[in-house]
């Protein structure tokens, strides 16, 4: 079965530091890797997508991707208490069509 | 511009009701989604349109009924649901299968 792992976390961070954000997936064959942002009672938010290895960033945002290993992360610097949500890792299983495989997301905390 | 719109934001029916949930997006995209969403859980897919026809239905049940009338729009037609049929139901769209998917708000869904 193909899957994809998260810790549910809370992941808490006091203001300012760094956040980081784990995913692995089973599927050696996947090719496309989204990070998705959830705020209680709204709809996932895409704050980044990773295609290929090595590091992507974006303002205080940092995909990392490692396919050898089967893991994707999220770093997110500067961290502030509006980015306190959900971070769902999403993987692309390749499987002919798009279907976004989910992991169950991690719950991240900033306090003031 | 990456904006997806749905219709009702929230939705309250008995079990022999019938309802729709409208989806629409003006960004050319050509794969559409379905996905239901319960508390803490992630979004599970339902059904994926790609050049308007439909091409996964993720075992479904018969009472959920969707219908794509053209390539900016998407329905989810409703009848005679289930108290745990009661979650977000969120559309998504995506340029083609295979790329990143931008979600709409949802439509929270109450059966009583």
């Known amino acids: 079965q193909k899957e994809v792992e998260q810790n549910s976390g809370p992941l808490s961070v006091p203001e300012g530091a760094i956040a980081s954000l784990n995913c692995t997936y089973s599927?050696?064959?996947?090719?496309?890797f989204f990070w998705y942002r959830q705020y209680s009672g709204k709809s996932p938010e895409l704050i980044m997508s990773?295609?290929?290895?090595g590091d992507k960033e974006d303002g205080r945002f940092t995909a990392q991707l490692n396919k050898a290993s089967q893991y994707v992360s999220l770093l997110i610097r500067d961290s502030q208490p509006s980015d306190s949500a959900t971070y769902l890792c999403?993987?692309?299983?390749?499987?002919?069509?798009?279907?976004?495989?989910f992991g169950k997301g991690t719950m991240l905390l900033v306090s003031p | 511009d990456t904006e997806v719109t749905q219709t009702p934001k929230h939705l309250v029916m008995g079990m022999t009701n019938k309802k729709s949930l409208k989806c629409e997006q003006h960004?050319?995209?050509?794969?559409m989604y379905w996905y239901k969403q319960k508390a803490k859980k992630p979004p599970e897919l339902m059904f994926v349109?790609?050049?308007?026809?439909?091409?996964i239905n993720e075992s479904v049940p018969s009472r959920f009924s969707p219908e794509c009338p053209n390539s900016s729009l998407l329905n989810l037609h409703l009848h005679a649901l289930q108290p745990e049929d009661s979650a977000l139901y969120l559309c998504?769209?995506?340029?083609?299968?295979?790329?990143?998917?931008?979600f709409g708000p949802g439509t929270r869904l109450t059966v009583t």
């Open positions: 349109y790609s050049y308007e026809k439909l091409s």
């Open positions: 998504a769209s995506s340029q083609r299968d295979r790329d990143e998917q931008y």
């Open positions: 999403a993987v692309n299983m390749n499987s002919g069509y798009s279907t976004l495989t």
């Open positions: 990773i295609y290929s290895n």
């Open positions: 599927d050696r064959v996947s090719q496309s």
């Open positions: 960004m050319g995209h050509r794969a």
